[in-house]
């Protein structure tokens, strides 16, 4: 069988801006190749502001990823 790789969930002003609420990405080992690749293929992400979740975990440094990883592109998040 044949990987699809990483899970990416995309949520809010991010999925309208890249036209899809969920893809795989391959070939990437952590969540800075991850914004890398993220900024090539979505160039428009560059100018936003967003969160990375790992396995429903926010992280705010370099994390690993692996191919069971689901990666979630969180907006910002606003209310009371």
Do not use: C, H, W
């Amino acid at each position: 069988m044949e990987l699809k790789g990483i899970k990416i969930l995309a949520f809010g002003m991010i999925a309208e801006k890249i036209n899809a609420s969920e893809f795989y990405l391959k070939e990437v080992s952590n969540t800075n190749e991850l914004l890398s690749s993220l900024n090539s293929l979505y160039p428009q992400l560059k100018e936003m502001k967003f969160t990375i979740s790992v396995n429903r975990r926010i992280v705010n440094n370099n994390e690993p990823l692996n191919a069971d990883s689901e990666v979630a592109l969180l907006p910002p998040f606003s209310g009371g």
